[in-house]
C-alpha cells in the first residue's frame, strides 16, 4: 500500500467510509460526528457490526480501490474538509462527504444561479435562457446547470467562460452522448461535478440525486420550461427546501412545458418576465 501524506490520507479514508457497503450519507455525518474523523470511524466499523448484531462483517471499501479511484482519470477529488469545497453546497443537510471536479476548482465558491428546464425546450426557451445566462455572466455570476440537452445545454453554452455542470453519473461518464464536445468546453472553461465514483453509469435514480447538488450550489434557481412531472421541479423543491430562492418563467397555459413554471409562481416562486433577472 501507499504511503500518502495526511492530506491524501485523509482523502482515502473519507473514501473508503463513504464508498463502503450500507453507509449512506446521513450514516456518514453521524458516525463522524460521533467518532470525529473518518479514519477513527473506520477502525470502529467492526466493533459497530458485532454490537448490531450483524453475522457477516461490514464490506468496507479498501484502501487500494480508495487510492486507485483518487489516481483516475485527472479529477480533483474534494473532501468536505478541503478549504475548495463549495461551501454553500456544505449547507446543505445531505451534502456529498466527497465530489469529483474536472477543471477550475477557484470557481466552486463563486456567487452562482442555476438555469434548468425541459430537456424537449422550444426554440424561444432555449433562447430566453442563453439571454438570462449572458446577463448573470455579466454580473459575475457563475451559471450551473445539469449538461441536459434543452435548456441546460443553451445556458451552458452561453456562459461557457463561468460555467458548472453537475452530472448525475461518475464524472468520466458523459451523458447525454451528444454533448461531448460541450462537456470538454465545460472543463476547459468552467468545471464538471460528479458525486458518484469515477466509472459509475447514470441511472434515472441518479438524476434527483444530482438535482440536489444543482440547488445546493445555488443561492437561486431559474427554471425554464418544466412540465408538471419534470426533474426541474424535484430541483425547485429542494432549492426551497434548502433555504434557496426560486424563479419561473411563465408561459403559454396550454403548454405542457410551461405547466410546471405556472404552478411554481402560484406557489410562491419569483416571476421572470424579462432577461433582467435580479437575484436577491
Known amino acids: 500500500m501507499l504511503t500518502l501524506p495526511a492530506s491524501s490520507q485523509e ?3 473519507v473514501l473508503r467510509l463513504i464508498r463502503s457497503e450500507n453507509i449512506g450519507i446521513k450514516t456518514f455525518r453521524s458516525l463522524v460526528e460521533f ?19 450483524s453475522k457477516r462483517p461490514i464490506q468496507l471499501c479498501s484502501a487500494d480501490k480508495a487510492e486507485d479511484e483518487s489516481a483516475k482519470y485527472g479529477a480533483k477529488l474534494l473532501t468536505y474538509l478541503d478549504p475548495h469545497y463549495p461551501k454553500l453546497l456544505s449547507q446543505i443537510t445531505d451534502a456529498p462527504p466527497v465530489i469529483s471536479v474536472l477543471g477550475n476548482i477557484e470557481i466552486l465558491n463563486r456567487p452562482a444561479a442555476a438555469i434548468i428546464g425541459a430537456r424537449n425546450a422550444s426554440l424561444n426557451g432555449k433562447i ?4 438570462i445566462a449572458e446577463n448573470l455572466l455579466n454580473n459575475d455570476f457563475t451559471v450551473f446547470s445539469g449538461q441536459a440537452r434543452g435548456i441546460d445545454s443553451a445556458a451552458h453554452e452561453s ?6 455542470a453537475v452530472i448525475a453519473g461518475g464524472i468520466d461518464n458523459i451523458y447525454p452522448p451528444e454533448n461531448t464536445k460541450l462537456y470538454h468546453k465545460i472543463a476547459e472553461n468552467g468545471a464538471i461535478i460528479a458525486e458518484l465514483p469515477i466509472g459509475t453509469a447514470p441511472q434515472s435514480r441518479h438524476f434527483p440525486q444530482r438535482n440536489r447538488i444543482i440547488s445546493g450550489l445555488s443561492i437561486a434557481s431559474i427554471i425554464i420550461e418544466a412540465g408538471l412531472k419534470s426533474g426541474s421541479l424535484i430541483t425547485a423543491r429542494m432549492a426551497a ?10 408561459g403559454f ?8 413554471c405556472n404552478r411554481l409562481i402560484k406557489e410562491g416562486a419569483y416571476l421572470v418576465d424579462n432577461q433582467s433577472t435580479k437575484l436577491r
Open 11 to 13: 482523502l482515502v479514508d
Open 253 to 260: 397555459s396550454l403548454d405542457p412545458r410551461s405547466q410546471g
Open 241 to 250: 427546501e434548502q433555504n434557496r430562492e426560486v424563479f419561473a418563467v411563465p
Open 128 to 131: 430566453f435562457a442563453k439571454k
Open 159 to 164: 456562459a461557457i467562460n463561468s460555467t458548472i
Open 35 to 53: 467518532y470525529g474523523s473518518a479514519s477513527k470511524t473506520l477502525r470502529h466499523i467492526p466493533e459497530l457490526a458485532a454490537r448490531g448484531g
